[in-house]
Structures are given as structure tokens and as C-alpha cells.
């Protein structure tokens, strides 16, 4: 339970390609700790806690997400928030701040996220691969949008995540997933045949996101059918063999919803 005085609720973005993730590993750079680090060097005192909306893994990137921030003092952004971002060096970006009521519970407030996982059918310059996987097989694109249809719905997704001893619940709501074509990367070092899969539910277990895709790249490279999404979650339980996570470097949080939005 939080005992400081004051909340403020950031939105935030940042290139995920140099950090372990969002949450602070001893010894790696993760976005929490960069956050961490810069506030304690800005601000002069390490007297705040700061809690994440999003545990997004290492590599992957964020476009719009929230992190929460408490102090035992009123603070006033306007005098510190262009220092943050220079410190920051343009990889995270804090967005805008507000203050909310301190028993604003930010998990609980979040009402949708959405993700978009980008890759490319054809080759990809090195430049590019920063943002979006190349599939180096011919694919059917026709395909792949029927598996992603397969995924809406409530499922155990069990044999969709990476397990974790300390989860008893893997019954998550996928809203929409859909694969269409992809415009938001433009230049000479980005391919024309650029697609992408986007996704939206309430919450995601650890990898199923990158799973999901991996799936779909499946059923469009010719390895599997559509009976072999839809008897995973039919049977998650079922000792099914393990399924790899598709790259992290395409993936971004798109989008993140709040209830009070």
C-alpha cells in the first residue's frame, strides 16, 4: 500500500531495443530503472516510487503506455519536465503528466491495450529490423488473417504464453486480432510489403502476444491448420509442444486505454 501523499499519472513511449524490458533486472538496463535514475538526478532526492502500467518484455517498444508516481511532496512538472526528457535522451519520452487521487489504482484503471506486432514478406534492410521481423518463406497473407480470427474470443491460453509456476489463471479475452498492411514506417531502408498483427484485450500473459504471432506465421507458411490453433485452445491443458515466441523487435504497445479516458 502506498503511504505517499501525492499521485501523478504519466503517459510515456520509448524504443524498446536497448532495455530488458520495463521492469528493474540487477544489473540490466530496463526502462524502469532509466526512469528511476534520471527522476532521482532531476528532481535531487530519491524520496518516490514509481509504478508501471505495462511489463513489457525486453525489446519491445512503447508507443503510448501510463506509469504512476508517488511523492511525499506537490511537485511541479512544468519546472521539471522538459529536464526529464533531455536526461532521457529521446529513447523514452514522458508524454504529459497529471495529478490524480492517490488511491487511483492504475492496474485496475487500465480497460484495454492494444498491440501491433510489424514484419515484413520480402527482404528487409538492416536499418529497418529495428521495428519489424522479415518472414523469409513465401507466405499466404489470406491465411494468416483467418488465424488471427481464430484467437477472439475468451480462452485459456495456456498453450499460447510461457507458463510461470506462481499463475493459476490463463483465461484471457482477446477483443479483436486482425492482420492487415502496415503504412506507419515510411522511407528508402523500409520494404513495401510491410504488414502487421493487431491485437486488443484487457491484459496479456507473458509472451502470448509474440506467440500468437508465431502461430499465425504458421498457418500462413504452410506448417499448420487451422485445427491446430483452435484444438490448443480447445485442450489447453493438453501437453502440446512448446511454441516459440516470434522476435521481440516488432512488437509495440500501441495503444493503452484507461477507464477514466
Request: overall charge neutral; charged content about 25%.
Amino acid at each position: 500500500m502506498q503511504t505517499k501523499a501525492f499521485s501523478y499519472l504519466f503517459s510515456i513511449s520509448y524504443f524498446g531495443a536497448r532495455y530488458k524490458g520495463w521492469a528493474i533486472q540487477k544489473g540490466q538496463p530496463t526502462v524502469q530503472g532509466k526512469l528511476e535514475r534520471v527522476f532521482r538526478f532531476v528532481l535531487g532526492n530519491d524520496d518516490f516510487t514509481i509504478l508501471g502500467g505495462s511489463r513489457t518484455d525486453s525489446g519491445v517498444s512503447c508507443r503510448h503506455g501510463y506509469f504512476q508516481f508517488f511523492s511525499k511532496e506537490a511537485i511541479d512538472w512544468t519546472v521539471y519536465l522538459a529536464s526529464l526528457n533531455e536526461n532521457l535522451a529521446g529513447e523514452i519520452q514522458l508524454i504529459e503528466v497529471r495529478e490524480i487521487n492517490r488511491d487511483f489504482n492504475l492496474i485496475e484503471q487500465i480497460e484495454a491495450k492494444t498491440y501491433r506486432y510489424y514484419f515484413s514478406t520480402g527482404s528487409t534492410h538492416s536499418f529497418a529490423t529495428a521495428y519489424m521481423a522479415t518472414l523469409f518463406a513465401e507466405s499466404d497473407i489470406e491465411k494468416m488473417k483467418d488465424a488471427a480470427s481464430l484467437f477472439r474470443g475468451e480462452y485459456d491460453f495456456r498453450a499460447f504464453c510461457t507458463p510461470s509456476v506462481n499463475k493459476s489463471n490463463y483465461r484471457r479475452e482477446v477483443i479483436s486480432c486482425r492482420i492487415s498492411v502496415a503504412n506507419d514506417f515510411q522511407g528508402e531502408f523500409f520494404p513495401k510489403n510491410q504488414w502487421m498483427m493487431e491485437i486488443k484485450g484487457k491484459g496479456f500473459l507473458h509472451h502470448q502476444v509474440r506467440k500468437i504471432m508465431r502461430a499465425i506465421w504458421y498457418m500462413g507458411l504452410g506448417e499448420w491448420k487451422r485445427e491446430d490453433i483452435t484444438q490448443r485452445l480447445e485442450n489447453p491443458t493438453q501437453d502440446w509442444e512448446k511454441i516459440p515466441a516470434a522476435p521481440a523487435h516488432g512488437l509495440i504497445l500501441w495503444e493503452t486505454i484507461l477507464k477514466t479516458d
